[in-house]
T-cell receptor, first 114, second 111 residues
């Protein structure tokens, strides 16, 4: 299996622009997670889905952030409008669920908002 | 709410043993995990332990669990420079499907 795939790997944009991050989970996994990692705050869970349905979005910082999962093999995290404080590495992870809930992480998207 | 805490930094010399500690608050955690993050990469599962176990060993890695004190540790024997990374402790949270991660311990290995 190719693992969790994220695109783009790097994104540089200007303040006010819309940014869309993409994720393809491991085939057959029922859960998908979006995390943000910064030096100041560490690893933060933004939102997670089970069977394409958002379960907990309490970590989404504000209305500028939105996430969708239109089908089992694709999810997007959108920031509109972007701000410099959104600069971070965004990780997508997926898991099969079940007893262990082991999560498998993608390589991340490094976002820089100028 | 549920929380996982770990010290932020650890520095050891090559060849020594490293011990990374973690405490968690959710007494119902059934599984506890150690993840490793190398520079520029995502988190990678190292190992996990079921809560009815006290110890799990996998080559140079030893995980110790003290369920009474809600304390988890990861021991790396004969630490190498390639072990330099951030190590995250995580517990299986109350919400189905979710894991609670600590802030990570940055391990620096000096030659």
């Amino acid at each position: 299996d190719a693992g969790v795939i994220q695109s783009p790997r790097h994104e540089v944009t200007e303040m006010g622009q819309e940014v869309t991050l993409r994720c393809k989970p491991i085939s057959g996994h029922d859960y998908l997670f979006w995390y943000r990692q910064t030096m100041m705050r560490g690893l933060e869970l933004l939102i997670y889905f089970n069977n394409n349905v958002p379960i907990d979005d309490s970590g989404m910082p504000e209305d500028r952030f939105s996430a969708k999962m239109p089908n089992a093999s694709f999810s997007t995290l959108k920031i509109q409008p972007s701000e410099p404080r959104d600069s971070a590495v965004y990780f997508c992870a997926s898991s099969l669920g079940g007893d262990t809930d082991t999560q498998y992480f993608g390589p991340g998207t490094r976002l820089t908002v100028l | 709410g549920e929380d996982v805490e770990q010290s932020l930094f650890l520095s050891v010399r090559e060849g020594d043993s490293s011990v990374i500690n973690c405490t968690y608050t959710d007494s119902s955690s059934t599984y506890l995990y150690w993840y490793k993050q190398e520079p520029g990469a995502g988190l990678q599962l190292l190992t996990y332990i079921f809560s009815n176990m006290d110890m799990k060993q996998d080559q140079r890695l030893t995980v110790l669990l003290n369920k009474k004190d809600k304390h988890l540790s990861l021991r790396i024997a004969d630490t190498q420079t390639g072990d330099s990374a951030i190590y995250f402790c995580a517990s299986k949270g109350g919400s189905q499907g979710n894991l609670i991660f600590g802030k990570g311990t940055k391990l620096s290995v000096k030659p």
